[in-house]
Structure formats: C-alpha cells, structure tokens
C-alpha cells in the first residue's frame, strides 16, 4: 500500500514537470544538465528532462511520417508481424490479453511514443509513467521484439488501420 502511495507521487511529479517544462524537441543525449550541482526536481525515473509524449528512442515528431490517409500496403504489412509477433498477447479490440487490447492505442500514444515504445521496450518501460501504469496492471514486461524502424512504423500503420484510418 506504502509503495503505491510512492508511485502515485511520483506520477503526479512526472506530469507535473511535463507541463512545466514545455516539450521543446531539442537533442538530449543522455546529458542530465546540473547533474553535478544541487538537484530538486527529481522524477520516478530520475531523469527530469524525459518528454513523456515522445518516449525515449530514435523517434520523434520529425523522422515519423504520418499521412493524412491510410498506407495500405505498410498497414497490410504490419498486420502479418502483428500476427507473428504480436497477436499472442494483444488483442485488436479493447480487452486485455496479456497485454493491453490495441483498439484507440493510436489515440492513447502519438507516433512517436509508440515506435519508441516498441523498438526501445526496456528502457520506456523504465522511464514512462504511461507504460509503467500499464505494467502495474498487466504484470508481465513486453519483451524486446527485434523490431526494425522500418517494422515498426508498419505496425503503427495497422495500428491506424484497426482505429478507422482509411
Ligand atoms: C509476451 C507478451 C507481449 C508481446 C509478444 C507483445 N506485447 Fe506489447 N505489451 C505487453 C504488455 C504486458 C504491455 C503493457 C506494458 C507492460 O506490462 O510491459 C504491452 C504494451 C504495449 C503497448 C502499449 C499499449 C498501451 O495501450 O499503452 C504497445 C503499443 C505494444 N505493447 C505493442 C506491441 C507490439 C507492436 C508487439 C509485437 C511486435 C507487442 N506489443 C508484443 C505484452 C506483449
């Protein structure tokens, strides 16, 4: 009980930063600036200028194309891996499997997050309040799945797809 009170908190001082902060895209590799001087605003994942709508990987609103219209052929795509790699633990509709059930993901999670999130697993499941929320309730830790940037940005699509993009 003690230790959801902890992760309630420091949820709330995740957000709060997020908002604070403004989420300017700039380069962050790794840097924690003032690391060496006097800390105040420390998070769940220790890291203050983590941007919790994009993740934590290669992707952002930049390198990430979404079209207006649905790619049908990256869609169709994505829908085979989803059938080989993801289809044992995540359902189209919204009941959980092991995972959670894909249906609005796309309106949960902006582009970016969800290829970071699917390409970069671990440490998102490190760092994120929104994949930790789900973890908390899903229990298990999505494994790696190996995916290319170009793998996931199909799945995304068919992601869109199953969210009524046509
Ligand atoms: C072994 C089961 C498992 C497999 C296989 C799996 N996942 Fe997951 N996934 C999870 C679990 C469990 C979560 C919730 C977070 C956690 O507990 O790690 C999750 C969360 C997610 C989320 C965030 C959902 C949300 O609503 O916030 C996305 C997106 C996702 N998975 C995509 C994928 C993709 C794409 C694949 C296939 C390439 C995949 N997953 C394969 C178990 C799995």
Redo the contacts with the bound molecule.
Sequence with gaps: MKKLLVIFSCFALVVGCGTGAGSDDSVNPGVTPGAGTKTETKTASGNPSYDPDRGQGKFNNDNVKVGETLDAAMASSGDK??AV??G???KLSDEKL???G?KD?TK??TAAW?MN??TN?DEM?DKDP??QA??EI??????N?N?SDQEARD?YEF?RKNDGVK
């Design positions: 891996i989803y790699k993801c044992s633990c995540h092991v995972g959670p894909w993901v949960r999670h969800i999130f699917i697993t499941l929104k994949a789900q973890l899903c229990l298990v830790r999505m494994p799945q995916l799945l992601m």
